[in-house]
Structures are given as C-alpha cells and as structure tokens.
C-alpha cells in the first residue's frame, strides 16, 4: 500500500523528498504494488516531444493490483456498494470476492466476442455496477475503455466512437434518472447509424428491463457473461501501455481523447486517494461523480479499489426524491468521506437547510470537493452544515489530463481556507509564471499555472493526434505542463484557483469548449455567425451565454432560441445548451477578423459600463446592439 501521510511534519518531509528525489519516492510508493516484472527505470520523460515513460519496463494489470492483490487479506469485505435511484429499492454488494469474480466472467465475455488487448471498448451506461466490473474487465485484458458520459447526444458518442475506432459499445437499455427513464439503447441505435463502421458489438445491459429495438449487432450482456468462467489471467501489460480514453473539451475544435497509462495511473491514483481522502480500512467512501468523468474513473473505480477501499456507486442525482436525497444516503450507509461538485453543494443549499439537517450525518470524517472553483458561501455551508464544522474539506484541483488529483488539503494534516486548493501532492511541482512564462516567485502573486516536473499520472498524448497534445499543453511555455487555469498564491504559500484563461468553460463543472458549443450552433440553417462565451451563473458556477448573427430577420425569437438549445442538444447534448441567447447584429471584432472575447464576456456578466478600448476594433459600431441586446 502507498504511503499514507499523518502529520505536516510528515507532509513537509515527504514532499522535499519528493522533490529532491522524485526517482526514489516514487519507486518506493509503485513497490508496494504487484509487477511481473519490475521496472527498468523509474522515469525517463521531456516535456518538448512531449515523451513521458514511468516505471520504464515494468510489467503489471491493474486489476491484480485492485483485486487479486486484496482477495486474501479483505475478500469478504465490500468493494463495490451500490445504491439505486429509487431510495426504496435495495441497495447491492459485492465483496473483493465477488467483484473479482464477476469481472473475469466480463473479461471472458469481451474476449469471446473477439475483444483483445488494445482493442477499444466505448461504454455508455449509467452508475450500474455492469459499468465498472465492464470497465475492470477491459483492464483486465488490456483492452483500452472510453467511457462516454450517458448525458451526450448520438452525434457527440458517434464523434467519439469514430475517434477512437472502437469494436464494441456497451450500454444499457434505459437509465435510471430521477421520476424519468431515459431510453440510452436508443442513443446508441443512433450513434451507430451515424457510421460508426468500426463497431463489431453491442453489449446491451438489462436495467429496467423496457423493450428495445434489435438489431443484427446486439447481444446481451447477461446471455454472453452469466456462463462465463470466473477465472481470467490478467494480461501482462507494460507500465506504459494505455489504460484509458476519456474525452475532453479544450478551446479549439472537438474533444480529444486524454490517454492514460497503467502503471503511473495506478500509482498515482491509490497514492492519491489514500492521502487526499485519509481513508481508513472499515470507512465507507463516496464519490457522487458520474463515472463518464475522470473524478469516477480515478476516485470511484481506481482509487479506491486499488486502496482495498469501499466505494459507493449511485445510480441517482441529489434532488430525488428531494433534496435531502445525499444526506439520507450518507446517514443510510454511515459514510465517512463524501467528494461532490459545488454546483451540487450550490443547487442543495438553495433548497434550505431543512433538508440537510433531517439526517444523521456523524459519520462524516472528511468533505471533498471538485471540477470547479468552490465559492465561499457554497464552502462555509459545506463546511457548517454538512461537516458540522468537524470535517476538514479537501478543494481537490485536478484535470482529466492529470489523473490525478494534484492540489488539495490533506484532511487533518494541512490547514484549510475557504477558496483554496492550497498545497501541491508529494510529486507535484507546480509554478505560477506570466504570460511570457517568466516564474513568479515568492508569495501573494497571481499568474498562470503549470507544472515544472511530471507525476506519474500525466497525460501521455491524445488519442491519434500527439502534435495536438505538445502543441495544447507543453508549447505555450518551454518545459512546462500549462494547465490552462490562473491561480493565486497567498501570502502563506497556499494556492487558489480562479478558473480557466483560456477559451474553456465549466457549467455545473462539466468542461466545455466555446468552439465547439459555437460549431453546433452553426449546424443551424439561420446562423451566419455565433460566438459563445461563460457568465457567472448562481448554481452552475458558469452559464452559456450565445451571441448569434443570423442570416435573414428572425421574426419569432423565442422559437429561434429554441431551436438553437434543440440544435445543441442534438449536437453536443443537454448540458451544452445556451442559457442565455442574443440575436446580434455583428461581434465585435480585431482588424485581423477575431472576435472580441472581453466585450462578450463582460456584457454577458452584465458589466457593459466599462468595455476599456474598444477604439481598435475593426466594427466598434456594433458594441452598441450587442450592448442594448444584452440579457444580463
Ligand atoms: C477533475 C476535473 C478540469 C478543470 C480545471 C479547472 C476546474 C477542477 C477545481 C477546478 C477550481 C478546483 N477535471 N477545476 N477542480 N477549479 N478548483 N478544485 O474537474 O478536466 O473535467 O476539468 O476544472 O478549471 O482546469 S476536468
């Protein structure tokens, strides 16, 4: 097992050595994990090509090492702990035993359908145990998962399937979600009929049970897995063979698949986990992400299972069958760490404290949050409220490209400010620089943050396209990981993330690229021109707002606008869709064409009083309609 960090002593101590000795540290925390053969060499890594090489040589499944490796000394202790969507239904186990068991029949299952190692398997699926004992069970013989979150269009897992050129999906018939349920077999029907040429297979999941369409590449999961042997070898992967894709907005273009390799991830994950969350052997954790994010990849399956924890699964969304749903939940199963998202925190504080104070929430030992800046009124609520000023919150900041969380409090062990992330993992060397990539050194200074040394869990390339890969994160400043966010570094040392510099959004902390919610819009036949930027939104953290020129008079806006949330949810899905939209008649542009971003931005904030200089743009005339137009 990884080190587990116990004191600010400690955590002084192991971080210098981490620093002076990344080699030796983090050879030390990957020999507490089962290898076939152990590695080379620890790390061999430049940031320019970018070619980065962990545990070079070394041979392992992470599988054995988040289950085989547990089955003696905690078999019969619960690995997975699901619980539905409906609070009256019964909640399921599976033990080490179990989970291990059903995984290999799923191994066997995959292989029997012609899936081997490195072939590529897209899940679809709602938070089902099938989902993660699918996902294990790719790990288990290599074949590479890209799980795609259950909330996006056909034409969004159609972009991702063709991407990656998966054999099989795996799905469900319907999910779950909430009073509804959501027909997700039909989602895929209709990604596949989008061209999806490489798809071989498609696992179909029996959840509710409702009827589906059939066609000539369904099979059920339940008739290919129930007969199946529950022994599978765990194929011997090489540190550096990839893991897992997961698909990422960034400022420009579609979504890129985020590649991550066994044995860093493994690493870093378990090592992660262990120290951010201070679980202990008999805790009950819970996650609340969506395993179609890197949080339920790596905080829900990985981690946790890596660390013989036990790891909550819900199947449901906070506000069924109200809002006390998270509470009663974590009184139900006497949780002791629970990870959320502020929009959630956020949209649960709204509804009043009756629904918090209901339950029974002593269990609680830790908080943790993530995906987006945490406010300091959501905080202070967090922290009164649901921690009884008893439990130290973790703000974890982290990225689908780090794998890992990367900033964050140890419980316990470091002190905690509302807003901040505030001290770097053992292993991670982050560094403030401007916008010339000069190092702001010292205290209470603000700049752009990036990463001077690898951790085991870095991004190694994006699936297909490695120049995309140098050219996002390790060209904008030489030798550097650029994460793409600003942040603060108070007078004591302590990091504060303040968001995204670049043409990103986060609404409800999911990522989003402008560009890509702008390409969507586009596919309407009216739209000549659009152009989407973030505004501070009281529950989403960030709402869309979409200026748009059309080609001809709109005569009825309200059945423009929608048509253009249609065209999104299509496009993209649900969580894309503009909140706010503007017919304009022009945007504000530079003499070499590109649109003026501040002035959107600031009149979509509802701040048009002072646009600064405004003298040098190429249309300055139209300042005034997008100003009188505004909808903030
Ligand atoms: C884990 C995840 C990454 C982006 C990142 C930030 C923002 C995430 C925090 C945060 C402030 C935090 N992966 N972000 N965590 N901002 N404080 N604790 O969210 O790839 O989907 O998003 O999310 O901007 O760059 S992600």
Request: charged share 25%; proline share 5%.
């Amino acid at each position: 097992m990884p080190l587990q960090i116990k004191s600010l002593d400690e955590y002084k101590s192991v971080y210098q050595r981490s620093v002076d000795d990344p080699e030796g540290f983090w050879a030390e925390q990957a020999e507490t994990f089962n290898w076939s053969k152990k590695w080379d060499k620890v790390l061999d890594w430049n940031f320019r090509e970018p070619d980065i090489n962990w545990f070079v040589g070394g041979k392992t499944n992470i599988t054995e090492n988040a289950l085989d490796r547990h089955l003696e000394t905690r078999g019969d202790k619960v690995a997975i702990l699901w619980e539905p969507n409906d609070p009256n239904a019964p909640s399921k186990t599976y033990t080490y035993k179990e989970l291990h068991a059903e995984v290999c029949k799923a191994a066997n299952a995959l292989k029997a359908n012609g899936i081997g190692k490195g072939d590529r398997v897209c899940f679809y699926m709602p938070m089902v145990p099938e989902l993660a004992i699918g996902v294990l069970a790719c790990a288990r013989i290599g074949a590479i998962h890209s799980v795609v979150f259950a909330g996006f269009s056909a034409t969004a897992l159609a972009d991702r399937i063709k991407d990656a050129t998966c054999k099989m999906v795996i799905c469900s018939d319907y999910n779950h979600r909430g009073a509804k349920n959501i027909p997700v077999k039909k989602v895929v029907d209709d990604a596949l009929a989008m061209g999806c040429e490489s798809i071989e297979t498609v696992l179909v999941h029996k959840n509710t049970g409702e009827d589906v369409a059939w066609n000539d590449v369904d099979k059920w999961w339940h008739d290919e897995v129930d007969g199946q042997s529950t022994d599978c070898p765990a194929e011997q992967m090489d540190s550096e063979d990839t893991l897992f894709i997961l698909y990422t907005s960034g400022s420009t273009g579609k979504p890129k698949g985020v590649v991550h390799t066994v044995g860093g991830y493994m690493v870093y994950t378990a090592f992660s986990f262990k120290n951010v969350f201070q679980y202990q052997e008999d805790d009950i954790y819970w996650c609340t992400a969506d395993i179609g994010w890197i949080t339920g990849h790596s905080y829900i399956i990985y981690g946790p299972l890596l660390a013989g924890a036990t790891t909550m699964m819900f199947e449901g969304v906070p506000t069924y069958p109200d809002a006390g749903r998270f509470w009663q939940v974590c009184e139900k199963h006497k949780v002791n760490q629970f990870y959320t998202a502020p929009t959630a925190i956020r949209a649960l504080m709204a509804y009043g404290d009756e629904f918090v104070e209901k339950y029974d929430l002593s269990s609680l030992r830790v908080l943790g949050s993530v995906g987006e800046p945490i406010n300091e009124e959501a905080w202070n609520w967090y922290n009164e409220k649901v921690g009884k000023g008893n439990c130290p919150i973790a703000d974890t900041w982290w990225q689908t490209e780090t794998g890992g969380i990367l900033i964050s409090p140890l419980p316990g062990i470091t002190d905690t400010k509302p807003c901040y992330a505030s001290y770097p993992l053992p292993g991670v060397q982050p560094i403030l620089v401007d916008p010339d990539g000069n190092e702001l050194t010292g205290n209470d200074v603000e700049g752009l943050l990036c990463m001077k040394f690898p951790w085991p869990s870095i991004i190694r390339t994006t699936y297909g396209d490695h120049e995309r890969c140098r050219q996002v994160y390790f060209s904008t400043f030489q030798d550097m990981y650029f994460t793409g966010d600003g942040a603060r570094r108070d007078k004591d040392g302590r990091l504060r993330i303040i968001g995204r510099v670049d043409d990103v959004i986060n609404v409800s902390g999911h990522r989003m690229g402008t560009a890509e919610v702008e390409n969507a819009i586009n596919e309407h036949p009216q739209v000549v021109e659009s152009a989407v930027v973030g505004f501070p939104h009281e529950i989403k953290g960030q709402g869309i707002y979409a200026y748009i020129i059309p080609s001809d008079d709109i005569v009825d806006e309200d059945q423009f606008i929608k048509e253009i949330r249609a065209v999104v949810t299509k496009e993209i899905g649900p969580i894309a869709k503009p909140d706010q939209v503007q017919v304009v008649p022009g945007l504000p542009k530079t003499r070499s064409g590109k649109i003026m971003r501040r002035i959107l931005r600031k009149v979509a904030s509802g701040d048009a009083s002072n646009l600064g200089d405004i003298s040098t743009l190429l249309n300055p005339e139209v300042v005034e309609a997008v100003k009188k137009g505004a909808k903030a």
